[in-house]
T-cell receptor, first 110, second 112 residues
Framework: GQQVMQIPQYQHVQEGEDFTTYCNSS?????IQWYKQRPGGHPVFLIQ?????EVKKQKRLTFQFGEAKKNSSLHITATQTTDVGTYFC??????????FGTGTSLTVIP | SAVISQKPSRDICQRGTSLTIQCQVD?????MFWYRQQPGQSLTLIAT?????????ESGFVIDKFPISRPNLTFSTLTVSNMSPEDSSIYLC?????????FGPGTRLTVT
């Protein structure tokens, strides 16, 4: 079945350092979504990427969709303590159903 | 966007009992999704609930264990039946289309 793996599983960074999480799918994806889940919270949608090679930015966050549409990355520049949480990528199963990646837990040390 | 509420927010239950979780959305939606998130893990889709038809279950989840109701376009329930400690998880409902999903706050279930 479809598998969506993320690396690293955990990342500790000093505040101000950059952070990147990588998402890899065993199959080609029509699109990919990214979510953030704060400790004790629920996942919150960040962005969707659809096109091969697409790059989107949200302030300090940069999202990229691979040329083959099987991988994606999320890069955070100059992390802040508010960036703490687990970041999930999600690829479509069918239509409106999504399969979530394994997640990367980010800790930011002040 | 959609605002989703869930009840209860948390519960501690004894093994062998059942718990019904309610999910309410502030707008009419065609599909509602139920996920399980075990401690420190990712989200696993349990089933998709469509109004007016039987829920569609993912591999590893069965209707006898996780019966779902969808009486109208704004409400759904998930029952966790004959619970065991392995059912201790956060259960989340969500709604959404092709572009994004909105999640409820979750129900944290502990089975003793």
């Amino acid at each position: 079945g479809q598998q969506v793996m993320q690396i690293p599983q955990y990342q500790h960074v000093q505040e101000g350092e950059d952070f990147t999480t990588y998402c890899n799918s065993s199959t080609t994806l029509s699109n990919i979504q990214w979510y953030k889940q704060r400790p004790g919270g629920h996942p919150v949608f960040l962005i969707q990427l659809v096109k091969s090679g697409e790059v989107k930015k949200q302030k300090r966050l940069t999202f990229q969709f691979g040329e083959a549409k099987k991988n994606s990355s999320l890069h955070i520049t100059a992390t802040q303590t508010t960036d703490v949480g687990t970041y999930f990528c999600a690829g479509p199963l069918t239509g409106n159903q999504f399969y979530f990646g394994t997640g990367t837990s980010l800790t930011v040390i002040p | 966007s959609a605002v989703i509420s869930q009840k209860p927010s948390r519960d501690i239950c004894q093994r062998g009992t059942s718990l019904t979780i309610q999910c309410q959305v502030d707008s009419q939606v065609t599909m509602m999704f139920w996920y399980r998130q075990q401690p420190g893990q990712s989200l696993t889709l349990i089933a998709t609930a469509n109004q007016g038809s039987e829920a569609t279950y993912e591999s590893g989840f069965v209707i006898d264990k996780f019966p779902i109701s969808r009486p109208n376009l704004t409400f759904s329930t998930l029952t966790v039946s004959n619970m065991s400690p392995e059912d201790s998880s956060i259960y989340l409902c969500s709604v959404g289309g092709t572009y994004e999903q909105y999640f409820g706050p979750g129900t944290r279930l502990t089975v003793t």
